[in-house]
């Protein structure tokens, strides 16, 4: 497609429920970023992935949040049993490759409300 | 560990002055420096890169930023504001991990008055 997109742009969701969330990269970007904005933070890096592997999970807060990436398209974060303090804009990013001055492109993002 | 320092929460400015927002860093190295822009409602949009060579740095929208390594600060720069400019800018520090990975900062709101 013409840029990153996210779905759902918006959740509302239970406390103990799960949530996924889908990014769909630019086409042809190999590597792809989550990250988490809360209100009034600046974004917290949650997971890169390279192709399908996930080199960098550092960020992941918990064992709660799990990611995947089907070959070098579409991943989904994974939040189970969501608390409050999980409810943030998740943010999803992709550039061409890991070097460090590829550009990284965002999503418009999918903001998570946890009741 | 990587670090962004963006003092300034909120800013206003009135349309056609001069706008200049902070960011200091921390970083071992030679870092890598972005400017990024959040429009509501928008994902976010590069609006300039550091990574060798000359110091001050050319974006889009007429936006610029300053390299000073001495004083470990990368500013943004815009002679004359316009209401559209109205968003969130975040500053970002990247490392040479051999991937780009980012720490950003909180961000500052820029809100333009006419």
């Known amino acids: 497609g013409a840029g990153v997109s996210q779905s759902p742009s918006n959740k509302v969701t239970e406390k103990g429920k799960d949530v996924e969330l889908r990014c769909d990269p630019i086409?042809?970007?190999?590597?792809l970023y989550w990250y988490r904005q809360r209100l009034g933070q600046g974004l917290e890096f949650l997971i890169y992935f390279q192709g399908n592997s996930a080199p960098d999970k550092s960020g992941l807060p918990s064992d709660r949040f799990s990611a995947e990436r089907t070959g070098e398209s579409v991943s989904t974060l994974t939040i189970q049993r969501t608390q409050q303090e999980d409810s943030a804009v998740y943010l999803c990013?992709?550039?061409?490759?890991?070097?460090?001055?590829?550009?990284?492109?965002f999503g418009p993002g999918t903001r998570l409300t946890v009741l | 560990a990587q670090s962004v320092t963006q003092p300034d929460i909120h800013i206003t400015v009135s349309e056609g002055a001069s706008l200049e927002l902070r960011c200091n860093y921390s970083?071992?190295?030679?870092?890598?420096l972005f400017w990024y822009v959040q429009s509501p409602g928008q994902g976010l949009q590069l609006l300039l890169k550091?990574?060798?060579?000359?110091?001050l740095v050319q974006g889009i929208k007429g936006f610029e930023a300053e390299f000073k390594r001495s004083q470990s600060s990368f500013n943004l720069r815009k002679p004359s504001v316009h209401w559209s400019d109205a968003a969130e800018y975040f500053c970002a520090v990247g490392g040479s991990g051999g991937y780009q990975k980012v720490t950003f900062g909180i961000g500052t709101k820029l809100q333009v008055i006419p």
């Open positions: 086409s042809g970007h190999t590597a």
């Open positions: 990013a992709s550039s061409l490759g890991p070097r460090e001055n590829n550009e990284q492109f």
């Open positions: 970083y071992g190295a030679t870092p890598y």
């Open positions: 550091y990574f060798s060579g000359d110091t």
